[in-house]
């Protein structure tokens, strides 16, 4: 199974702030990579897909980059909405595995 | 606009079962891959199992490979996810979700307990 390492776990951070969230493959996934956030008690909602393709109506201060193992969520001006858990996804192989997430808090 | 409404869930004792159902519209479900997805309370997200538009191919997650069945029924837009032998650490939210995960459905709570 690939396992997919993310960092930090948590994160205090104020509006307006610049956040970067990673997440790591123990092999290579090209660029099967999902970011999602999801907010307390609703289904998570898919940001980015291919590692960098941003989905309809995300705004676009979420970016994402990477490829093989190595892949980076970017908020490049944190607003109030964005306090959630962020969560990459692999989509190369079965099972399809998560990281761990990481709860971004209000500072 | 795609749209997934879980439902099914509930309250069942370990050892039990229970089947979930997931109706979809907004697009050709029997064009596309579904899949089922858990979380645990206050846990992460765990790919539970995927099937192929018709039906025809399955994987599984280990954890409950053996004791759950996905199956879907085209004509009726609806993905199914039989659960059998269910023990306390399979209480979890479920979520279905198209091959593309976007959007998943509201989810529905199962809970194994005595």
């Known amino acids: 199974d690939i396992q997919m390492t993310q960092s930090p776990s948590s994160l205090s951070a104020s509006v307006g702030d610049r956040v970067t969230i990673t997440c790591r493959a123990s092999?290579?996934?090209?660029?099967?990579l999902n970011w999602f956030h999801q907010k307390p008690g609703k289904a998570p909602k898919l940001l980015i897909n291919?590692?960098?393709s941003l989905q309809s109506g995300v705004p676009s201060r979420f970016s994402g980059s990477g490829s093989g193992t190595d892949f980076t969520l970017t908020i490049s001006s944190l607003q109030p909405e964005d306090f959630a858990t962020y969560y990459c996804?692999?989509?190369?192989?079965?099972?399809?595995?998560f990281g761990g997430g990481t709860k971004v808090e209000i500072k | 606009e795609v749209q997934l409404v879980e439902s099914g869930g509930g309250l069942v004792q370990p050892g039990g079962s229970l089947r979930l159902s997931c109706a979809a519209s907004?697009?050709?479900?029997?064009?596309?891959?579904m899949h089922w997805v858990r979380q645990a309370p206050g846990k992460g997200l765990v790919w539970v199992s995927r099937?192929?538009?018709?039906?025809?191919?399955?994987n599984y997650a280990d954890s409950v490979k053996g004791r759950f069945t996905i199956s879907r029924d085209n004509a009726k837009n609806t993905l199914y996810l039989q659960m059998n032998s269910l023990r306390a650490e399979d209480t979890a939210v479920y979520y279905c979700?198209?091959?593309?995960?976007?959007?998943w459905g509201q989810g529905t709570l199962v809970t194994v307990s005595s």
């Open positions: 099937i192929n538009g018709d039906g025809s191919y399955t």
């Open positions: 092999q290579s996934i090209s660029n099967y």
């Open positions: 907004g697009f050709t479900f029997s064009s596309y891959w």
């Open positions: 979700a198209p091959n593309w995960f976007d959007p």
């Open positions: 996804q692999q989509t190369y192989s079965t099972p399809l595995t």
């Open positions: 291919a590692a960098s």
